[in-house]
Protein backbone atom coordinates (compact mmCIF):
# COMPACT_ATOMS: atom_id res chain seq x y z
CA UNK A 1 0.00 0.00 0.00
CA UNK A 2 1.23 3.38 -1.05
CA UNK A 3 1.09 5.58 2.06
CA UNK A 4 1.12 9.73 1.45
CA UNK A 5 1.10 11.70 5.50
CA UNK A 6 1.18 15.18 6.23
CA UNK A 7 1.15 15.91 9.88
CA UNK A 8 1.55 19.35 11.31
CA UNK A 9 2.21 20.09 14.83
CA UNK A 10 1.66 23.47 16.54
CA UNK A 11 2.90 24.80 20.01
CA UNK A 12 1.90 28.19 20.90
CA UNK A 13 2.80 29.86 23.89
CA UNK A 14 1.19 32.80 25.94
CA UNK A 15 4.77 35.05 26.04
CA UNK A 16 8.18 33.77 24.75
CA UNK A 17 9.86 30.92 25.65
CA UNK A 18 13.24 29.21 25.36
CA UNK A 19 12.91 25.60 24.01
CA UNK A 20 14.55 23.01 25.71
CA UNK A 21 16.61 20.57 23.64
CA UNK A 22 13.27 18.18 21.62
CA UNK A 23 13.74 14.71 20.52
CA UNK A 24 11.37 13.98 17.08
CA UNK A 25 10.17 10.60 16.32
CA UNK A 26 8.54 11.76 13.02
CA UNK A 27 10.42 9.20 10.46
CA UNK A 28 8.34 5.81 9.55
CA UNK A 29 10.91 3.02 10.80
CA UNK A 30 13.35 1.04 8.54
CA UNK A 31 10.72 -1.67 8.72
CA UNK A 32 7.68 -0.31 7.84
CA UNK A 33 7.91 -0.04 3.91
CA UNK A 34 9.84 1.95 1.08
CA UNK A 35 10.39 5.48 2.13
CA UNK A 36 9.94 7.05 -0.90
CA UNK A 37 9.80 10.55 -0.02
CA UNK A 38 10.21 12.29 3.49
CA UNK A 39 10.49 15.77 4.98
CA UNK A 40 10.30 17.41 8.52
CA UNK A 41 10.26 21.43 8.61
CA UNK A 42 10.62 23.18 11.69
CA UNK A 43 10.21 26.40 13.51
CA UNK A 44 11.81 28.10 14.44
CA UNK A 45 14.92 26.27 12.59
CA UNK A 46 17.02 24.80 15.15
CA UNK A 47 20.51 25.89 15.73
CA UNK A 48 21.91 22.27 15.79
CA UNK A 49 19.92 18.92 13.70
CA UNK A 50 21.13 15.42 14.04
CA UNK A 51 19.52 12.12 12.36
CA UNK A 52 20.62 9.14 14.56
CA UNK A 53 19.03 5.44 15.60
CA UNK A 54 18.26 4.92 19.39
CA UNK A 55 18.16 1.75 21.34
CA UNK A 56 14.92 0.08 19.66
CA UNK A 57 15.79 0.66 16.09
CA UNK A 58 13.36 3.73 15.53
CA UNK A 59 14.57 6.91 13.33
CA UNK A 60 14.99 10.13 15.49
CA UNK A 61 15.99 13.82 15.11
CA UNK A 62 17.78 15.84 17.63
CA UNK A 63 17.23 19.40 17.56
CA UNK A 64 18.62 22.34 19.96
CA UNK A 65 17.24 25.87 19.57
CA UNK A 66 18.45 29.31 20.45
CA UNK A 67 17.14 32.23 21.44
CA UNK A 68 13.06 32.77 22.46
CA UNK A 69 10.00 32.26 20.58
CA UNK A 70 6.09 32.25 21.25
CA UNK A 71 5.23 29.73 18.66
CA UNK A 72 7.11 26.08 17.55
CA UNK A 73 6.05 24.44 14.44
CA UNK A 74 6.40 21.37 12.97
CA UNK A 75 5.56 19.61 9.52
CA UNK A 76 6.02 16.57 8.97
CA UNK A 77 5.61 14.72 5.44
CA UNK A 78 6.45 11.75 3.04
CA UNK A 79 5.22 9.17 1.11
CA UNK A 80 5.91 5.16 1.95
CA UNK A 81 5.29 1.88 0.02
CA UNK A 82 4.10 -0.61 3.03
CA UNK A 83 4.31 -4.35 2.55
CA UNK A 84 2.57 -7.40 3.97
CA UNK A 85 3.95 -9.63 6.92
CA UNK A 86 6.03 -12.04 5.24
CA UNK A 87 6.27 -15.12 7.12
CA UNK A 88 2.95 -16.95 8.34
CA UNK A 89 2.21 -17.31 11.48
CA UNK A 90 2.48 -20.95 12.58
CA UNK A 91 0.07 -22.67 14.68
CA UNK A 92 2.74 -25.14 16.27
CA UNK A 93 3.90 -23.12 19.15
CA UNK A 94 4.12 -24.09 22.64
CA UNK A 95 1.54 -23.95 24.83
CA UNK A 96 0.41 -20.65 26.46
CA UNK A 97 2.05 -19.41 29.20
CA UNK A 98 5.24 -19.04 27.97
CA UNK A 99 8.12 -19.72 30.68
CA UNK A 100 10.27 -16.36 30.84
CA UNK A 101 14.27 -17.36 31.50
CA UNK A 102 16.75 -15.42 33.11
CA UNK A 103 18.91 -13.01 30.06
CA UNK A 104 16.33 -14.15 27.31
CA UNK A 105 17.63 -11.20 24.93
CA UNK A 106 14.04 -10.32 24.56
CA UNK A 107 13.82 -9.58 28.45
CA UNK A 108 12.98 -5.65 27.94
CA UNK A 109 9.58 -7.15 25.88
CA UNK A 110 8.46 -9.28 29.18
CA UNK A 111 8.91 -6.97 32.02
CA UNK A 112 5.76 -8.42 34.26
CA UNK A 113 6.02 -6.56 36.90
CA UNK A 114 3.38 -4.66 38.15
CA UNK A 115 0.68 -6.13 36.55
CA UNK A 116 -1.91 -6.39 38.71
CA UNK A 117 -4.14 -9.82 39.30
CA UNK A 118 -7.11 -8.59 37.43
CA UNK A 119 -5.28 -8.13 34.39
CA UNK A 120 -3.68 -11.88 34.77
CA UNK A 121 -6.86 -13.31 35.60
CA UNK A 122 -8.28 -12.05 32.59
CA UNK A 123 -5.33 -12.72 30.33
CA UNK A 124 -5.68 -16.87 31.87
CA UNK A 125 -9.21 -16.47 31.08
CA UNK A 126 -8.76 -16.01 27.54
CA UNK A 127 -5.76 -18.29 27.18
CA UNK A 128 -8.34 -20.84 28.48
CA UNK A 129 -10.41 -20.26 25.97
CA UNK A 130 -8.10 -20.45 23.12
CA UNK A 131 -6.35 -24.40 24.66
CA UNK A 132 -3.49 -22.81 25.32
CA UNK A 133 -2.60 -21.82 21.33
CA UNK A 134 -0.89 -18.44 21.17
CA UNK A 135 -2.33 -17.57 17.77
CA UNK A 136 -5.62 -18.46 18.69
CA UNK A 137 -5.02 -16.44 21.83
CA UNK A 138 -3.92 -13.27 20.32
CA UNK A 139 -7.00 -13.18 17.92
CA UNK A 140 -9.16 -13.85 21.08
CA UNK A 141 -7.66 -10.72 23.00
CA UNK A 142 -7.99 -8.46 19.95
CA UNK A 143 -11.52 -9.60 18.81
CA UNK A 144 -12.34 -8.70 23.19
CA UNK A 145 -10.97 -5.75 23.72
CA UNK A 146 -12.65 -3.93 20.30
CA UNK A 147 -15.88 -5.63 21.02
CA UNK A 148 -15.95 -4.50 24.99
CA UNK A 149 -14.82 -1.22 24.82
CA UNK A 150 -15.55 1.87 24.23
CA UNK A 151 -13.10 3.34 22.11
CA UNK A 152 -12.11 7.60 22.81
CA UNK A 153 -9.98 10.06 21.51
CA UNK A 154 -7.72 11.37 24.20
CA UNK A 155 -5.37 13.99 22.42
CA UNK A 156 -2.76 14.47 24.99
CA UNK A 157 -2.18 12.23 28.25
CA UNK A 158 0.18 8.83 28.64
CA UNK A 159 -1.83 5.92 27.97
CA UNK A 160 -3.98 5.13 31.33
CA UNK A 161 -2.64 1.50 33.55
CA UNK A 162 -3.79 -1.70 32.32
CA UNK A 163 -6.02 -2.28 35.28
CA UNK A 164 -8.06 0.88 34.67
CA UNK A 165 -8.94 0.04 31.03
CA UNK A 166 -9.76 -2.97 31.79
CA UNK A 167 -11.98 -2.40 34.73
CA UNK A 168 -13.69 1.23 33.30
CA UNK A 169 -13.72 -0.77 29.63
CA UNK A 170 -13.21 2.67 27.68
CA UNK A 171 -10.03 3.88 26.46
CA UNK A 172 -8.31 5.62 23.52
CA UNK A 173 -5.86 3.59 21.12
CA UNK A 174 -2.95 3.46 24.07
CA UNK A 175 -4.45 2.22 26.71
CA UNK A 176 -6.34 -0.83 25.04
CA UNK A 177 -2.22 -0.96 23.12
CA UNK A 178 -0.80 -1.14 26.87
CA UNK A 179 -3.67 -3.71 28.30
CA UNK A 180 -2.95 -5.97 25.21
CA UNK A 181 0.97 -6.09 26.15
CA UNK A 182 0.09 -6.60 29.81
CA UNK A 183 -2.26 -9.48 28.90
CA UNK A 184 0.71 -11.00 26.61
CA UNK A 185 3.59 -10.69 29.29
CA UNK A 186 1.67 -12.10 32.19
CA UNK A 187 2.09 -15.20 29.82
CA UNK A 188 5.46 -14.95 28.77
CA UNK A 189 5.15 -13.12 25.32
CA UNK A 190 7.16 -10.63 23.99
CA UNK A 191 5.25 -7.10 23.73
CA UNK A 192 6.12 -3.88 22.42
CA UNK A 193 4.19 -0.36 22.22
CA UNK A 194 4.00 1.05 18.52
CA UNK A 195 3.30 4.28 17.52
CA UNK A 196 2.53 5.58 13.53
CA UNK A 197 -0.38 5.83 11.42
CA UNK A 198 -3.55 3.76 9.61
CA UNK A 199 -4.66 4.08 6.42
CA UNK A 200 -8.52 3.81 7.20
CA UNK A 201 -9.48 5.42 10.22
CA UNK A 202 -13.04 4.90 11.99
CA UNK A 203 -12.66 7.61 14.50
CA UNK A 204 -15.44 8.95 16.32
CA UNK A 205 -14.62 12.61 15.48
CA UNK A 206 -13.84 11.67 11.79
CA UNK A 207 -10.60 13.60 12.25
CA UNK A 208 -7.29 12.06 11.29
CA UNK A 209 -4.75 11.43 14.33
CA UNK A 210 -1.73 9.56 15.41
CA UNK A 211 -2.82 5.55 16.06
CA UNK A 212 -0.89 3.15 18.50
CA UNK A 213 -1.23 -0.81 19.04
CA UNK A 214 0.59 -3.20 20.22
CA UNK A 215 3.43 -5.56 18.65
CA UNK A 216 4.32 -9.52 19.99
CA UNK A 217 7.03 -11.67 19.31
CA UNK A 218 6.34 -14.94 17.92
CA UNK A 219 9.11 -18.05 17.31
CA UNK A 220 9.35 -17.84 13.55
CA UNK A 221 7.26 -14.92 12.86
CA UNK A 222 9.25 -12.07 14.54
CA UNK A 223 7.32 -9.05 15.49
CA UNK A 224 3.60 -9.32 14.45
CA UNK A 225 0.94 -6.20 15.30
CA UNK A 226 -2.64 -6.47 16.66
CA UNK A 227 -4.98 -3.46 16.69
CA UNK A 228 -6.99 -3.89 19.47
CA UNK A 229 -8.87 -0.55 18.26
CA UNK A 230 -10.50 -2.09 15.09
CA UNK A 231 -10.00 -5.89 16.39
CA UNK A 232 -7.95 -6.39 13.41
CA UNK A 233 -4.46 -7.55 12.26
CA UNK A 234 -1.67 -4.82 11.44
CA UNK A 235 -1.12 -5.12 8.21
CA UNK A 236 0.19 -2.80 5.11
CA UNK A 237 -2.32 -0.42 6.49
CA UNK A 238 -0.35 0.58 9.15
CA UNK A 239 2.51 2.76 9.46
CA UNK A 240 5.19 2.58 12.01
CA UNK A 241 7.31 5.40 13.73
CA UNK A 242 8.66 4.35 16.38
CA UNK A 243 8.22 0.84 18.66
CA UNK A 244 9.38 0.39 22.41
CA UNK A 245 9.31 -1.73 25.17
CA UNK A 246 7.26 1.25 26.62
CA UNK A 247 4.83 4.01 25.59
CA UNK A 248 7.25 6.54 26.63
CA UNK A 249 9.86 5.64 24.53
CA UNK A 250 7.88 6.33 21.42
CA UNK A 251 6.57 9.90 21.71
CA UNK A 252 6.57 11.78 18.48
CA UNK A 253 7.97 14.81 20.06
CA UNK A 254 9.57 15.14 23.12
CA UNK A 255 10.70 17.80 24.88
CA UNK A 256 10.02 21.32 26.80
CA UNK A 257 10.02 24.82 27.62
CA UNK A 258 11.29 27.73 30.19
CA UNK A 259 8.50 30.09 30.82
CA UNK A 260 7.65 31.42 34.36
CA UNK A 261 3.73 31.03 34.20
CA UNK A 262 3.87 30.85 30.57
CA UNK A 263 0.55 28.58 29.23
CA UNK A 264 0.86 26.66 26.19
CA UNK A 265 -1.68 25.38 23.35
CA UNK A 266 -1.63 22.44 20.82
CA UNK A 267 -3.26 22.44 18.00
CA UNK A 268 -2.29 19.64 14.77
CA UNK A 269 -3.13 18.62 11.43
CA UNK A 270 -3.06 15.01 10.15
CA UNK A 271 -4.05 13.99 6.97
CA UNK A 272 -3.61 10.88 5.39
CA UNK A 273 -4.40 9.27 1.89
CA UNK A 274 -3.48 5.56 1.10
CA UNK A 275 -4.15 3.45 -2.09
Known amino acids: MRFSVFHETRYRYSAPVRLTPHVLRMTPRTDAGRLLAQSLEIT ?10 DLWGNRVTLVEFDGQTDDFRLVSRFEIETVQPQAPVSARMPRLPWPVE ?53 PEGMAHE ?44 EKRHLH ?54 LDYDVRISAR
Open 212 to 265: AWPEVWLPGAGWRGYDPTHGRPVTDGHVALCAAPEQAATMPLEGGFYGDGVQST
Open 102 to 154: PGDSLGAYLEASGIEAPVRAFAADLAAEADGAAPRFLDLLNETLCRNTERQIR
Open 44 to 53: PAPRLRREVS
Open 162 to 205: AVLTLASRRGACRDLSLLFMAACRSLGIPARFASGYQAHAESPD
